[in-house]
């Protein structure tokens, strides 16, 4: 008897060591793996990233590839201080709700408590909305567009803090929406500043920094601050690398620079928080709740979402050519870290392909995906001229049994492969996609989705509009920028003392669309007498921006 419970334990003892050996073979693969995804995307001699991935509270992989400083050569490597962009959410929010829970601020208060210069705000916005972005305040980059005042052109955090604190008005009521932009956490970073009357870089350091010995991370609010170790941002034009400096610092929503060691012990602290950062971070996690009862899965400073049947926390950022991820799996205990200096989207395949390689095994396929072919006339359910934002449009058609995609005014299509139900790829950017409700088109890419509607859209005839009376001297006394209209070739041309020309295009007897972004459409207003005496801008993230005629 004896004899048999020893070879009994001697079997279990040999399968034991089978299954570890087994199991330390699968990670050294799922590790060389990694190797050759960073060798696949990022070449020795450009731009690149460096990453981390942490499990169980431990970094089980740490990599580099390309270089940080192009001029002389500097590779990336685990000290690289990278400018991490929206990624600096999160920290922000956190102190937010740190104060919150010493009993300095409530995230229900109004910010013209923290903040009189709003005092001509039509609602009120509490803090919270600041942190989830259904405060509907115009963003901070294109009102800087507005003003003439390009990503590349330099501005400090006290001059863009300046710039907002002149808003007046709103794109729409307060918690109504759901609209990712950066202003919010720009005016939360002045209150919290306000509030505990230190500058925000040191709240930062005294807060997070030194107690997580995060000891190469600050928050840059010049771009004339030396930052050691920096990595340089840098994007691919016509086949060469060029520098692609970013100078809008911005402290709140962005602005902190730190290396990958650094972001690898915040993400060790999102795996095992103290009592109190659980507290705090349980209540970043919080979905909001729009005021029709809609939940969205933006919290404070944090995102969740389904992949696979995994249930992830995260936040990407991208500013100029710099990209960072961060991305964890609570339950198993799994992060991914990314940071790099070039501006592509490489990092955000990256992070999925390595979710995928290490935790296959706990995924499941999206039972939505599955329709492989449409004929002609299921596609026309999908056809149709849409608006993603004010003055943006374009078409969608329906021919040869394939869905074509054509930019608004143009001639040039573009099919759209079926990848799903109502669910169509981009070809021209891997990372984004098409999908379908009801009269909705939806634009997908990476971690954002723009609902754009179906819109019925009529141009007037050339021989129907006057673009005289068109012409003229606009200002708008909010930010103090002025724009004159003028005719060339026959055309309304909208000049700018900064800014380049913008080409306008009739869109009703009465407004313009154009194709820039912040300066999407333009709708004209008359008095009794029949005269132009202003018009009404929109476009992304701006609406209702009111410019008078002054000559």
Request: net charge neutral; proline share 4%; hydrophobic share 35%.
């Amino acid at each position: 008897m004896k004899h048999s419970y020893q070879a009994t334990f001697i079997l279990v003892f040999i399968l034991f060591c089978n299954i570890c050996l087994a199991q330390k073979q699968d990670r050294t693969n799922q590790i060389n793996k990694v190797d050759s995804l960073l060798h696949h995307y990022y070449q020795k001699n450009n731009p690149g990233v460096a990453l981390a991935i942490i499990e169980q509270g431990k970094t089980i992989y740490s990599g580099q590839r390309g270089i940080s400083n192009m001029e002389y050569g500097i590779p990336i490597t685990d000290s690289t201080a990278f400018h991490i962009a929206s990624v600096s959410k999160q920290f922000t929010a956190y102190l937010a709700v740190l104060l919150e829970k010493e009993g300095k601020l409530s995230l229900h208060d109004d910010i013209r408590k923290y903040l009189p210069e709003l005092k001509d705000l039509p609602y009120k916005i509490t803090l919270r909305q600041l942190a989830n972005h259904t405060h509907g305040l115009s963003n901070l980059y294109e009102l800087a567009q507005l003003k003439g005042i390009e990503p590349g052109d330099k501005m400090t955090h006290k001059e863009i803090v300046e710039m907002l604190l002149h808003i007046k008005q709103v794109n729409f009521k307060p918690g109504e929406q759901y609209q990712y932009n950066n202003t919010g956490f720009v005016l939360l970073a002045e209150i919290i500043e306000r509030l505990t009357g230190k500058p925000f870089q040191e709240i930062l350091k005294d807060k997070i920094f030194i107690p997580l010995q995060m000891n190469n991370s600050s928050a840059v609010n010049t771009s004339s601050l030396i930052i050691k170790n920096k990595a340089y941002s840098y994007r691919l034009k016509n086949g060469k690398y060029e520098n692609y400096a970013f100078n809008m610092m911005a402290n709140g929503s962005s602005g902190i620079s730190t290396t990958i060691n650094d972001l690898s012990k915040w993400a060790i602290t999102m795996q095992y928080p103290s009592v109190e950062n659980k507290e705090i971070l349980d209540e970043m996690l919080q979905p909001t709740i729009l005021n029709s009862g809609e939940t969205i899965r933006y919290g404070l400073g944090l995102e969740s979402k389904t992949y696979k049947g995994l249930e992830l926390v995260f936040h990407g950022g991208g500013d100029a050519g710099y990209r960072s991820y961060i991305l964890t799996i609570p339950k198993y205990k799994f992060s991914v870290v990314m940071l790099g200096n070039n501006n592509d989207f490489k990092p955000f395949q990256l992070v999925y392909e390595i979710v995928d390689l290490f935790l296959k095994e706990y995924e499941k396929e999206n039972p939505s995906l599955q329709k492989t072919s449409y004929t002609t006339q299921e596609l026309k359910a999908f056809e149709g001229t849409y608006e993603m934002f004010p003055g943006s449009f374009f078409t969608i058609i329906a021919e040869n049994n394939s869905l074509y995609y054509q930019a608004f005014g143009t001639q040039n299509k573009m099919v759209l492969p079926i990848i799903g139900d109502g669910v169509f790829a981009n070809p021209n950017l891997p990372i984004s996609y098409f999908s379908f409700d009801k009269s909705t088109c939806n634009f997908h890419i990476a971690d954002f989705t723009y609902p754009s509607k179906r819109v019925n859209v009529n141009l007037p005839k050339p021989n129907e509009m006057n673009l005289a009376e068109f012409a003229g001297i606009y200002r708008n006394e909010e930010f103090n920028t002025e724009y004159e209209l003028v005719i060339k070739n026959s055309e309304l041309i909208a000049q700018h003392s900064l800014n380049n020309d913008i080409a306008l295009h009739p869109l009703t007897k009465n407004s313009f669309y154009s194709n820039e972004g912040f300066f999407g459409k333009l709708s004209f207003s008359k008095n009794k007498e029949g005269k132009i005496i202003g018009f009404s801008l929109s476009g992304q993230n701006l609406h209702n921006i009111l410019f008078t005629k002054i000559k």
